[in-house]
């Protein structure tokens, strides 16, 4: 319970939401230490994370409760931010690793074919040399076919370069992620404060509801939110050809992970429980309105 969470893995998601179960089964009041300096409950709960459990029990129940409840109230809070920078991590990453393999992959042509403007020379000189010549006769010879097949690779593939990155994105989500999202969605309550950013909060009721089906794509019927949640560019994965234009549900998957992701970072979405991601409304002293002046004099 001590330990902080380790390297971004599925195992890791899962220990901490172990871990964060535990926890709530402890039914602590959210505002158990409201009114006490933070400072304070620091202490205590540095003090009963630096103990061995037999030193603990050594203490009056008066003691060594206040000491086990700051450690746990405030592992609840720090497993919760842990949580969300995880997903915000994951997030991250399956998308710059997506790029990368596309990158790698155009790397490959890149080195094979080399010296175009030499290669558009010969081309152009074979074929102004012998206009009226067959292909296999004339261009063959000045510049290989498999040079050429080569050039082809590579100019294809740098046009379909972000498809590619978006397809290879939606298959590593799919194939290892995705089976934390449930469990994730399961265990952090997002709120929001404000209806701009509504879409995204609907989308996230909808993976909820959607959590324990095993359906590819989103019932016709169902009301699946779009903008303010799907870009422009992912639109073309998300309507689902192969069903009739159906919405692929691990597309959207990934399209609602990534504005929750951009959301969270800047706190227009929060996490129920956490400190680092709580509501932005307690980030001011609850006395602000009534210390303005003094406050603003602080701050200069």
């Known amino acids: ?24 089964a402890l039914n602590l009041p959210e505002g158990l230490f409201r009114g006490v300096p933070a400072r304070l409950v620091t202490q205590y709960r540095q003090r009963a994370a630096s103990e061995p459990p037999r030193e603990l ?44 393999k596309v990158d790698i992959e155009l790397l490959k042509f890149a080195k094979k074919v080399v010296g175009k403007a030499r290669l558009l020379y010969k081309l152009a ?16 010879p000045a510049v290989g076919e498999r040079t050429l097949e080569e050039l082809i690779q590579e100019v294809e593939a740098a046009e379909k370069h972000e498809r590619q990155v978006k397809v290879v994105t939606r298959a590593s989500y799919s194939h290892h992620y995705r089976r934390i999202v449930p469990a994730l969605v399961e265990v952090l309550s997002f709120q929001c404060n404000n209806d701009r950013h509504r879409p ?21 019927s169902e009301e699946v939110p779009l903008d303010g949640v799907v870009s422009d560019d992912w639109r073309e994965l998300v309507l689902d050809d192969a069903h009739e234009g159906a919405i692929n549900r691990i597309s959207y998957e990934w399209c609602v992970l990534t504005a929750l992701r951009e ?7 929060w996490a129920k ?16 309105d009534l210390r303005r002046d003094e406050y603003y004099a602080a701050l200069n």
């Open 263 to 269: 959301k969270v970072r800047c706190k227009e979405i």
């Open 57 to 100: 029990r050594r203490h009056p129940p008066e003691v060594r409760y206040t000491l086990l409840a700051a450690l746990c109230w405030q592992r609840q809070k720090e497993i919760t931010d842990s949580l969300v920078e995880l997903l915000i991590r994951i997030t991250h990453r399956v998308g710059v690793r997506a790029e990368e």
């Open 1 to 24: 319970m001590k330990d902080d969470a380790g390297a971004v893995s599925v195992e890791t998601v899962l220990d901490e939401i172990a871990k964060l179960q535990q926890l709530r």
């Open 200 to 220: 995204v909060m609907d989308a996230l009721a909808l993976l909820y509801k959607y959590r324990d089906r095993k359906t590819a794509v989103f019932p016709t």
């Open 273 to 288: 429980g956490a400190h680092r991601f709580r509501n932005p409304d307690e980030d001011l002293p609850q006395d602000f």
């Open 125 to 140: 000189k074979a074929a102004k040399d012998q206009p009226d010549g067959i292909v296999k006769d004339v261009i063959y």
